[in-house]
């Protein structure tokens, strides 16, 4: 796959697998500290099994690339495609797949079968309450709760209401469905980055190089554009709920314009006759 085929951290319209255009925006979450140099990527459900990927130890930013669809295709009108770690920002020469430090069990990293062009890819598969990760390996261990058993109740979702899952509902933290915070023992700004994602996925891992071959970036690819969504076949296209509520309020703006014309043709007509 070639530089043109990822879309992470460009902005403006592109086509979407079946011709209908998307706008994509880019949004800095913040800064993620990986100073253990051990990036782990994960399902937030899986944050005690992710993926790891061995980086240069640093601080590094954090962009979420967000796709503006058309309404017929989801009521949101908008779909995160790609969470980014950048390590440089050189250009890109060269994409390939990620090289995990560890194989991890089958909830933290699984092949991503059917892309020829790119043999050896892996993603981090998703949960039914979907989302991905990025955060300093190390982190985890040091700043989460001792016992895994409770990050579910305590932290991702507690019953009242301040979990990482309903800030992600609101925008305080970046976008709508994106999330970027101290991890809850954080004693050296140990953080998380999260975006939400499509449920029951895998979801591919690049890591891009410039042309001295160096790495330049990380990047989850969510699978609403791009050469791997065509490749996969994981385009999700227009919605049949969503397709007829925006034919519907097309209809009432369409009624709503006649009747506006309506009433101002009566206007004139009663102006020109004084």
């Known amino acids: 796959m070639g530089p043109d085929g990822l879309f992470a951290l460009r902005t403006g319209a592109f086509r979407l697998p079946d011709g209908q255009t998307a706008t994509l925006e880019t949004h800095v979450l913040g800064t993620l500290c990986v100073r253990s140099g051990k990036l782990a990527l994960c399902d937030p459900l899986y944050l005690q099994d992710p993926g790891l990927l061995t980086i240069p130890p640093g601080d590094y930013k954090v962009v979420a690339t967000i796709a503006r669809v058309p309404e017929s295709y989801d009521l949101a009108m908008s779909r995160p495609a790609y969470l980014s770690l950048m390590l440089s920002g050189e250009p ?121 071959d160096r790495i330049t970036g990380i990047h989850i690819d969510l699978l609403v554009i791009g050469d791997l969504s065509e490749a996969l076949q994981a385009f999700d296209g227009q919605d049949d709920y969503a397709l007829e509520y925006a034919e519907e309020a097309a209809r009432d703006l369409r009624h709503q314009q006649s009747q506006r014309a309506e009433g101002l043709i009566m206007r004139m007509r009663k102006f020109f006759k004084r």
């Open 92 to 212: 890109t020469a060269s994409i390939r797949p990620a090289v995990f430090a560890t194989g991890g069990s089958e909830r933290g990293v699984r092949p991503v079968e059917g892309v020829a062009v790119m043999p050896g890819l892996q993603g981090i598969p998703s949960s039914q309450m979907s989302s991905v990760a990025m955060v300093d390996a190390e982190a985890i261990v040091r700043a989460m709760p001792e016992d895994p058993g409770t990050w579910f109740d305590s932290v991702i979702s507690p019953s009242d209401g301040t979990g990482w899952f309903d800030r992600m509902d609101t925008e305080i933290d970046g976008p709508l469905g994106s999330l970027f915070t101290r991890l809850p023992k954080a004693a050296d700004a140990e953080n998380i980055a999260i975006l939400i994602a499509r449920p029951g996925r895998v979801f591919p891992v690049l890591e891009t190089r410039d042309a001295q």
